[in-house]
Antibody, heavy 121, light 106 residues
Framework: EVQLVESGGGLVKPGGSLRLSCAASGFTFSSYSMNWVRQAPGKGLEWVSSISSSSSYIYYADSVKGRFTISRDNAKNSLYLQMNSLRAEDTAVYYC??????????????WGQGTLVTVSS | IQLTQSPSSLSASVGDRVTITCRASQGISSYLAWYQQKPGKAPKLLIY???TLQSGVPSRFSGSGSGTDFTLTISSLQPEDFATYYCQQLNSYLGTFGQGTKLEIK
């Protein structure tokens, strides 16, 4: 069974940093591109960042470029998101999502349960 | 590329046939996916490539369209279908989502 479990969320002050983790199991992690998608309270979905299976290709939404860094450790079946210079508008539930190898690139076939990041003084 | 879903919310009854529309600001061929999200839960992939049903998704869900206009249809609403639905375009790699359509019980 595919499982994605996020951790690392919490309350942080504006300008602060946080590192999110996503532990993957039930599939060959090293064969899949992985993504972070966020959802502000009561709002819609926003794609944040993507990393290819071997970390060769990395993409960011304009809203986080220069502040967030995505990475992965295939030996540990883990995905990470380092978030720096956090702003109030980064407050959201952050989901780890697996990219389908059957559908078009950027289609997410499995999602974690999410971890809440709150940026507030 | 902007995606506009309509309606933003919808009230329907169990057994109804429901259609949700997603319009893209420019042509995206068939590069569109649909997701279902229930309160407090992660989104779930329903349909990709505009009309291909994801494995395990009930056949009462169907998708159609290409270019700029797409629809998600639920042929006979079941109690577990009341949720928020999002479309997502995959034409550009920085895939964007529609604003969502909340489907509520009448």
């Amino acid at each position: 069974e595919v499982q994605l479990v996020e951790s690392g969320g919490g309350l942080v002050k504006p300008g602060g940093s946080l590192r999110l983790s996503c532990a993957a199991s039930g599939f060959t992690f090293s064969s899949y591109s992985m993504n972070w998608v966020r959802q502000a309270p009561g709002k819609g979905l926003e794609w944040v960042s993507s990393i290819s299976s071997s970390s060769s290709y990395i993409y960011y939404a304009d809203s986080v470029k220069g502040r967030f860094t995505i990475s992965r450790d295939n030996a540990k079946n883990s995905l990470y998101l380092q978030m720096n210079s956090l702003r109030a508008e980064d407050t959201a539930v952050y989901y780890c999502a697996r990219e389908s190898v059957v559908a078009e690139a950027g289609t997410f076939d499995y999602w974690g349960q999410g971890t809440l990041v709150t940026v507030s003084s | 590329i902007q995606l506009t879903q309509s309606p933003s919310s919808l009230s329907a009854s169990v057994g109804d046939r429901v259609t949700i529309t997603c319009r893209a600001s420019q042509g995206i061929s068939s590069y569109l996916a649909w997701y279902q999200q229930k309160p407090g839960k992660a989104p779930k992939l329903l349909i990709y490539a505009a009309s291909t049903l994801q494995s395990g998704v009930p056949s009462r869900f169907s998708g159609s369209g290409s270019g700029t206009d797409f629809t998600l249809t639920i042929s006979s609403l079941q109690p577990e279908d009341f949720a928020t639905y999002y479309c997502q375009q995959l034409n550009s790699y920085l895939g964007t989502f529609g604003q969502g359509t909340k489907l509520e019980i009448k």
